[in-house]
């Protein structure tokens, strides 16, 4: 059997720290608004560094024209924007035991670096 991969995003180390911190906040007695905030941030803040990671990054070493990279760019904004809303309105309805679980979701997808 064949472990599954993973695509990892690296992290600035300031939203490395904001993601400890939200998932510490999400597991707290803040109110639920709070929390809810705390998580719909560091999710979007992290849905666009990946974007930039994994899209507009490669492209440039790759050499790929400006033009083409705007154009993706202003595609995966759109994209990004798209999900705001009903990204909010599921946090937004959550319980407290519910965003402990968005805490466990986080947590598990941020792992050290294996290389470092």
Do not use: C
Request: no cysteine; proline share 6%.
């Amino acid at each position: 059997m064949s472990r599954s991969w993973f695509l990892a995003t690296p992290l600035p180390d300031s939203l490395s720290e904001d993601g400890r911190e939200t998932i510490r906040v999400l597991r707290s007695s803040a109110p639920e608004a709070e929390k809810s905030d705390r998580a719909f941030a560091f999710i979007h803040a992290s849905v666009q560094h990946s974007m930039d990671h994994h899209f507009n990054g490669p492209l440039a070493d790759l050499g790929v024209g400006a033009i083409t990279r705007k154009t993706l760019g202003v595609a995966l904004d759109l994209a990004v924007k798209g999900m705001k809303r009903p990204m909010r309105k599921i946090l937004d309805g959550m319980d407290a035991a519910q965003l402990a679980g968005v805490a466990d979701a986080i947590e598990e997808r941020l792992y050290p670096d294996p290389h470092g």
